[in-house]
């Protein structure tokens, strides 16, 4: 499915509770005119605590943040923050 924009906020990849298996789902099955990240993509404050990166989480963030090397005609901004 094609939208003009998606906003993708507050991920928090390498915390339990983040839901990368969806996300990656979404990512792979859609596409987008611009690509918008804003807020915590990654949370350290929980890896912190208890490091937690499994595959989903790399690919997910691979995933978004090669979107316009894999969507040459997107764009991307970004305006990451890391907890």
């Known amino acids: 499915?094609?939208?003009?924009?998606?906003?993708?906020?507050d991920i928090h990849l390498g915390d339990?509770?983040?839901k990368a298996e969806f996300l990656l789902d979404f990512l792979?099955?859609?596409s987008?005119?611009?690509l918008y990240l804003v807020g915590d993509m990654i949370d350290f404050w929980?890896?912190?605590r208890?490091?937690?990166?499994?595959?989903n989480h790399h690919?997910?963030?691979r995933k978004s943040l090669l979107w316009q090397t894999l969507a040459p005609k997107s764009s991307i901004y970004r305006a990451i923050m890391m907890a």
């Open 59 to 61: 690919a997910v963030l």
């Open 1 to 9: 499915m094609h939208y003009p924009a998606i906003w993708l906020s």
């Open 50 to 55: 208890s490091f937690f990166w499994p595959s």
């Open 46 to 48: 929980a890896m912190k």
């Open 28 to 30: 792979n099955n859609t």
């Open 16 to 18: 339990r509770d983040c």
């Open 32 to 34: 987008c005119d611009t």
